[in-house]
C-alpha cells in the first residue's frame, strides 16, 4: 500500500530510539522515521530541501532534527528554524520538508498521507517486540505465505497468525515491487513472551524468509 | 534585510527548464521574481527577497537544472 492510500507499517516502535532517526522506503518513497526527546514519532520525507541529504543521516536535538550535510535544523513540524551559515536570517515558511501522519499502535510506527485513514483496532493490552525483516520477494508472495499458514486478515497488508502457542501481529511493508518488510511482534507481555518466545518467532520468522528468497531449496529440502 | 537584484544568466540554456527551475527555487526561498527574456543563450530575471536567500538564488541558478550549463552571471541591484 502506498502512504496516500492509508496507514502502512515502517518500524517497529522499539527499533526507534529516543533521540535516533532511521531511514526507511514505502513503495519506493523514502522516508525518515525520528523520534524526537519527548519520546513523539514522527515520519518525513527524507530529504532535505536544501542539497537533497538524506535527513536520516541527521542529528536529532531536542525536538530538532539537523540536516547532517550544512545543519540545517527542522522542528516538529517540518519547518526549517535555523540556518547555522546565515544565523540571523529569519528563515521563510517555504523551506519545510514533506511530513507524514505518523501514530504509534500495537509495537509499531504507522504512516500515512491519507487525511481519512483508519488504523485498525484489537484489544491488546501487551506486546513483546520480535523483529523487523527485509525479505526479497513482492509483498503479494509474503501475503500468500502467510495466509496458507493460517493469517486471520486484521487490514490490508497485517493480520494476526497463531504459531507455536503465540499469536503474532504481523504487518507488510511493501518496499518496492520485488523487497517486503514484514514487521513482527507477539501478542502479549513480554514478561511471558520475551526471551524464548522471541528468540523463537525472530528464527522462524528468518526461515521463512529463507523458503520465500529460495523456493527451488525449501522444495529439494 | 530585503534586497533587489537583476540578474542575466549566460551559457548553455534549455528555456523551459532553467525557467521552470528559477520559478521552483524562488519558491522555495520565498522571492519574488520575474521572468524576462530567456532562450538558448541567456535568460534574463529580476528577484526580490531577503538578501541572504537572493544570494542562496544565484548559487543555486550558478549550477542550474542537470540540462543547462551556466558560463556567466551578470547581477545589478535595481531600485
Known amino acids: ?114 487525511a481519512d485513514a483508519k488504523l485498525p483496532d484489537i484489544d491488546v493490552a501487551d506486546l513483546t517486540p520480535v523483529r523487523s525483516l527485509y525479505i526479497d520477494c513482492p509483498q503479494e508472495t509474503v501475503r500468500a505465505a502467510l495466509d496458507a499458514l493460517g493469517m486471520a486478515p486484521l487490514a490490508d497488508g497485517a493480520g494476526i497468525l497463531a504459531h507455536n502457542g503465540d499469536r503474532l501481529l504481523l504487518a507488510l511493508q511493501r518496499v518496492s515491487p520485488l523487497q517486503t518488510a514484514l514487521h513482527i511482534v507477539i501478542l502479549g507481555s513480554s514478561d511471558v513472551h520475551g526471551g524464548a518466545s522471541q528468540k523463537h518467532t525472530a528464527h522462524w520468522a ?16 | 534585510m530585503v534586497e533587489a537584484a537583476r540578474f542575466t544568466f549566460r551559457g548553455r540554456m534549455a528555456p523551459e527548464s532553467f525557467t521552470e527551475f528559477a520559478l521552483h527555487r524562488a519558491g522555495r526561498l520565498d522571492l519574488e521574481i520575474r521572468l524576462g527574456a530567456c532562450d538558448a543563450a541567456s535568460a534574463t530575471l529580476s528577484v526580490k527577497g531577503q538578501a541572504d ?19 556567466d552571471i551578470e547581477r545589478s541591484g535595481t531600485a
Open chain 2, 53 to 71: 536567500l537572493v544570494d542562496a538564488f544565484e548559487m543555486a541558478c550558478s549550477l542550474g537544472p542537470y540540462d543547462c550549463i551556466i558560463l
Open chain 1, 206 to 221: 528468518e526461515s521463512l524468509r529463507f523458503r520465500l528468497e529460495n523456493p527451488d531449496v525449501a522444495e529439494v529440502a
Open chain 1, 1 to 114: 500500500m502506498k502512504l496516500e492510500a492509508g496507514w502502512v507499517p515502517v518500524a517497529l516502535s522499539s527499533s526507534i530510539e529516543t533521540g535516533t532517526s532511521a531511514g526507511a522506503v514505502v513503495e519506493g518513497s523514502e522516508i525518515v522515521v525520528w523520534r524526537d526527546n519527548s519520546g513523539k514519532i514522527h515520519v518525513w520525507e527524507d530529504r532535505c530541501p536544501h542539497r537533497g541529504m538524506r535527513m536520516s543521516f541527521g542529528f536529532v536535538r531536542g525536538d530538532h532534527i539537523a540536516c547532517l550535510y550544512h545543519g540545517w535544523q527542522y522542528d516538529t513540524a517540518g519547518q526549517c528554524r535555523h540556518i547555522p551559515a546565515h544565523p540571523t536570517l529569519e528563515v521563510p515558511q517555504t523551506i519545510k520538508v514533506p511530513t507524514y501522519s505518523a501514530e504509534e499502535k500495537f509495537g509499531m510506527v504507522w504512516a500515512t498521507a491519507s
